[in-house]
Antibody, heavy 122, light 107 residues
């Protein structure tokens, strides 16, 4: 069974950084891209970026002014999302999601992590 | 960036009803359109990809159609578990933007 399990909730002060982890299991880590999506309280879904676990290649939406870094640890099948210079606008649930194989370009998310709540507050 | 606009933003319906949700893209996205359902406090679930292809395990009461800029999601025989929020997403070009969501509520 495919599982994406994320790290626990975080509370951070403005200006700090946060690192969210996504551990995958039940399939070959290198075979599917991981995308990150966030959702502010009561709001819609915002696509953040993707990572290719096989090569380490990545791209973000460009809306984060270079504050987002995506990395991976292939030895333990984990992808990380790190965001710096946090503001209250970054308060959201952060999801990792697997780019599914069924859709033509792999950009449809067939499995999701449970979400990680990040609260930014002074 | 491609803007995705869903309508309506909210919708009231009864168990057993058939409903349709619309999603419009600001430019042609061919058939690169996904639909998700999200229940409160949970991650979204993929329902439809490629505008009309049903994700494995999703019941055939869900159907999608459209090409270019206009798309629809139709849900027939509404059951209590269907009352949730639905999002469309374009997968044509990054950033892979979502619609603002349609909240389906019980009448």
């Amino acid at each position: 069974q495919v599982h994406l399990v994320q790290s626990g909730a975080e509370v951070k002060k403005p200006g700090a950084s946060v690192k969210v982890s996504c551990r995958v299991s039940g399939y070959s880590f290198s075979d599917y891209y991981i995308h990150w999506v966030r959702q502010a309280p009561g709001q819609g879904l915002e696509w953040m970026g993707w990572m290719n676990p096989k090569t380490g290649g990545r791209s973000d939406s460009g809306d984060f002014q270079g504050r987002v870094t995506m990395t991976r640890d292939t030895s333990i099948s984990v992808v990380h999302l790190e965001m710096s210079s946090l503001t209250s606008d970054d308060t959201a649930v952060y999801y990792c999601a697997r780019g599914g194989g069924a859709c033509t370009n792999g950009v449809c998310y067939d499995y999701w992590g449970q979400g990680t709540l990040v609260i930014v507050s002074s | 960036d491609i803007q995705m606009t869903q309508s309506p933003s909210s919708l009231s319906a009864s168990v057993g009803d058939r409903v349709t949700i619309t999603c419009r893209a600001s430019q042609s996205i061919r058939n690169y359109l996904n639909w998700y359902r999200q229940e409160p406090g949970k991650a979204p679930d993929l329902l439809i990809y490629g505008a009309s292809s049903l994700q494995t395990g999703v019941p055939s009461k869900f159907s999608g159609s459209g090409f270019g800029t206009d798309f629809t999601l139709t849900i027939s025989g509404l059951q209590p578990g269907d009352f949730a929020t639905y999002f469309c997403q374009q997968s044509y070009s990054a950033p892979y933007t979502f619609g603002q969501g349609t909240k389906l509520e019980i009448k």
